[in-house]
């Protein structure tokens, strides 16, 4: 298909311009996807559910959509006009939200959240391919923190606007005298959803750049972009997956791992589900479909299962389908610690993202307003100052050592540790929005090193698949499991919520060495890119 391109200034106005409503629609997407965090006290106590459905229908249920359309909208991404599949994308998940506002159960509220996965999907891909084909490649660590210092603008006006407006609702309409019974957490989000219109109007006017320009490799148009977009949608859903491997004319041996994985997947599954069900006195209904009730734990470890099965086969449909993109994205050492790093820490993250706010709540009495107002703009300050601060530090140490972007994760990933372990065991609630300035203010910036890096590993036409694939994994491992492990832990252990969010911490260490062995690593990864991607067929 003919995309509608211009020909644009390296880092001039218009890329600029691209570049803010790409941060914009970074910003509404975690609004959308992060008010659900204050708003958790009042759903709890309205729809009488427990910590880890709450974290199911936080991360879970949301994760699962997310990372499974993340796959055949990063592809449309590589061979579609990324400004239209933006600009419909946030249009979409913008009417997901304000269903959320008319929910009366976990039911629809899921669906909500399942619809809002499904719209932000196709964000990342999209919007990191246009912002690297806008600015000069030694800028790639600056955009790409500016792109991170978004997220966390919305991530604090989520907080803000979230509490600000349930608790104005709340306040000015008492218990039975709401019009049209509408909550305040109802309105919170038919509120928020209210941006992504306006938004969403000026990406679909807004012209396609080209591709590869900032690399000076040359894009040859996708002519079937819609028809590769469902064969990868395909080629990872169980029973799809089976015909396209068929057709495909998969090996044996192809056919031996699908299936003995998929048991194997299985079998864990089962296995998580009797274990942590042993874990709590009860296991509330969750979710009632005909005859069969869910509880939180199947209903978690069913996707976290079924995610998991996705990864298998989306990287068997990668090997048969395009292997110069297996070779880089699935079989690059760097890239596969890369992914390790990113799926692990941001259980932590999300975890933390999730269930502090209901911590300030809790442990310190404050109202959910005062949250919004105190934690919700730190949350921004923080999230914009760390990745504004890493971005030009990791490109100023690329440019004189070899993997200095990487230097700037390390000493984020090391010191974020025992800033955790005193934010969360502090008693006085000043003294815990100190600390966690300055936990936070570090722990923000591990992460756009990593965004520049993934770029930097792979082609032009494989970067928004690249981030798909970061996202499916970031998103079912970390978003699908930190919520839910911290719900679950703080049912376990009482509701003490800083314990749970500090039990997760036991996987830092391994994440600081590691990042120590893909700092040796990149260098040689990064200097074979073009030989390996020829030596499998690719024309570049």
């Known amino acids: 298909m003919k995309e509608d391109v211009s020909t644009h200034k390296l880092g ?7 570049l803010t409503l790409i941060g914009l629609c970074q910003a ?3 609004v959308d996807r992060q008010i659900l965090a204050i708003l958790m006290p009042r759903i709890k ?5 427990g910590d880890a459905e709450m974290g199911l229908l936080y991360g879970t249920v949301f994760a699962l959509f997310y990372a499974v359309f993340s796959l055949p909208l990063g592809r449309l991404a590589d061979g579609w006009i990324r400004t239209k599949l933006l600009g419909f994308s946030i249009i979409g998940w913008s009417v997901m939200t304000a269903l959320g506002g008319l ?3 976990f039911g629809l509220l899921a669906i909500s959240r399942l619809g809002v996965g499904v719209g932000e999907a196709s964000v990342q891909p999209a919007g990191m391919s246009i912002a690297t084909d806008m600015f000069p490649k030694k800028q790639r660590g600056t955009i790409t923190a500016i792109i991170a210092a978004s ?5 604090g006006a989520a907080l803000a606007v979230g509490g600000a407006v349930a608790d104005a609702w709340d306040g000015a309409f008492p218990p039975g005298s709401e019009p049209l019974g509408f909550k305040g957490w109802q309105v919170a989000f038919l509120v928020a959803s209210l941006p992504g219109f306006i938004l969403g109007y000026l990406m679909l006017r807004m012209q396609e750049p080209r591709r590869g320009l900032a690399d000076g490799i040359d894009h040859h148009d996708d002519p079937h972009p819609f ?3 469902w064969l990868t949608l395909a080629s990872i859903l169980p029973g799809l997956v089976w015909a396209t491997m068929a057709r495909l004319r998969a090996r044996g041996r192809d056919w031996l791992v699908n299936i003995g994985g998929l048991a194997v997947i299985v079998l864990i ?4 589900v009797h274990w942590t069900n042993g874990m709590r006195e009860t296991n509330p209904v969750a979710l009632a479909v005909g005859g069969f009730e869910f509880g939180g734990n199947e209903l978690q470890w069913m996707v976290i299962g079924f995610g998991s099965y996705v990864i298998l086969c989306w990287m068997q449909s990668l090997k048969l389908r395009d292997k110069p993109s297996f070779e880089l994205i699935v079989k690059t050492p760097s890239m596969i610690m890369v992914i390790i790093i990113v799926a692990l820490q941001t259980i932590i993250n999300y975890g933390v993202m999730a269930w502090t706010a209901t911590h300030l709540i809790q442990a310190f009495g404050q109202k959910p307003a005062e949250v919004g107002i105190m934690f919700g703009p730190m949350i921004a300050a923080i999230g914009m100052i760390g990745p504004l601060i890493a971005g030009p530090v990791s490109d100023w140490a690329n440019n004189r050592f070899k993997s200095g972007r990487l230097y700037v994760t390390f000493a984020s990933l090391a010191v974020s540790l025992p800033l955790a372990i005193i934010t969360f065991n502090t008693t006085s609630v000043g003294m815990f929005y100190l600390s966690f300035a300055c936990y936070g203010l570090i722990l923000t910036m591990w992460l756009p090193p990593f ?3 993934l770029m930097d590993l792979v082609l032009p036409r494989m970067r928004g698949t690249v981030m798909s694939y970061y996202i499916l994994t970031m998103t079912i491992f970390g978003l699908g499991l930190g919520p839910y492990v911290i719900g679950l832990m703080s049912d376990i252990n009482g509701g003490d919520l800083a314990a749970a969010i500090l039990n997760l911490y036991w996987i830092s260490p391994f994440l600081i060495a590691l990042t120590a062995f893909l700092i040796r690593r990149l260098p040689k990864d990064e200097s074979t890119l073009l030989d390996r991607a020829r030596a499998v067929g690719e024309k570049v």
């Open 12 to 18: 001039g106005k218009a890329a600029w311009y691209a």
């Open 28 to 30: 509404m997407s975690m």
């Open 45 to 49: 106590a309205d729809l009488n559910i």
């Open 103 to 105: 929910a009366n159960g």
């Open 151 to 155: 997220i966390a603008f919305g991530l």
């Open 227 to 229: 028809r590769e977009s």
């Open 269 to 272: 599954s089962l296995g998580m």
């Open 451 to 453: 965004y520049a890096t």
